[in-house]
């Protein structure tokens, strides 16, 4: 079964717009990590947050993590049409051996239109 | 660096036959998994490897096998292929940063 679940599963933008995405997870983490995946493409990692983290910041890309709630979110700010892809998180589970073994959501899939 | 490679990119099997895909990674990376993925859904972890010699499953590991003989390469063996195996599938490494790097997909169709 997904650890993760993404919310909402489709988001539909204008360029320039901000983009919310969420995700929700069942157990303890290591990490939460947050992927993009372009149409026919391999997943591109785009940011890391680690349990002890509430917050991260990488370019246009701002993360934050709630071990409380057992959620994450991905704000995309100032969206460009070149970030329409779809979005998956991917927990690292603490009962697994290896902080390396990832889960992964089900994915938000982002449409940033002109 | 190529980063990881997968061959072929593209497979048609008929139901039965085998076939093993590729995977190969010039990074030194310890960690290698093999993930399915099927329409609207995420990734699902088929096996996983944290170094040479040594395996394990994932999720869904029922009718692959998989080996690691080096720490460069970790191929997939399909047993006896099924339709309920089409899919694309990907091979990622990950080494101490825990950030997974993926190959480029394979897509599989059983006919």
């Known amino acids: 079964s997904q650890q993760g679940e993404e919310d909402p599963q489709a988001l539909s933008i204008q360029e320039g717009e901000n983009a919310t995405m969420n995700c929700s997870y069942k157990t303890s983490i290591n990490n939460l990590q947050w992927y993009r995946q372009n149409s026919g493409r391999g997943l591109v990692h785009l940011i890391l947050i680690r349990s002890n983290e509430r917050e991260k910041h990488s370019g246009r890309l701002r993360v934050t993590l709630d071990t409380s709630k057992k959620s994450s979110s991905l704000l995309i700010t100032a969206s460009r049409a070149a970030d329409t892809a779809s979005y998956f998180c991917?927990?690292?589970?603490?009962?697994?051996?290896?902080?390396?073994?990832?889960?992964f959501g089900t994915g938000t899939r982002l449409q940033v239109t002109l | 660096n190529a980063g990881v490679t997968q061959t072929p990119k593209f497979q048609v099997l008929k139901t039965g036959q085998s076939m093993t895909l590729q995977c190969a990674q010039d990074?030194?990376?310890?960690?290698m998994s093999w993930y399915r993925q099927d329409p609207g859904m995420g990734l699902r972890l088929i096996h996983y490897s944290v170094g040479a010699g040594i395996t394990d499953q994932g999720e869904v590991p029922n009718g692959y096998n998989v080996s690691r003989s080096t720490t460069e390469d970790f191929p997939l063996r399909l047993l006896s292929a099924a339709p309920s195996q089409t899919s694309v599938y990907f091979c990622?490494?990950?080494?101490?940063?825990?950030?997974?790097?993926f190959g480029p997909g394979t897509r599989l169709l059983v006919l």
């Open positions: 990622a490494s990950s080494g101490l940063q825990e950030t997974q790097y």
């Open positions: 991917a927990t690292s589970p603490t009962n697994t051996g290896t902080a390396s073994k990832l889960t």
């Open positions: 990074m030194n990376h310890e960690y």
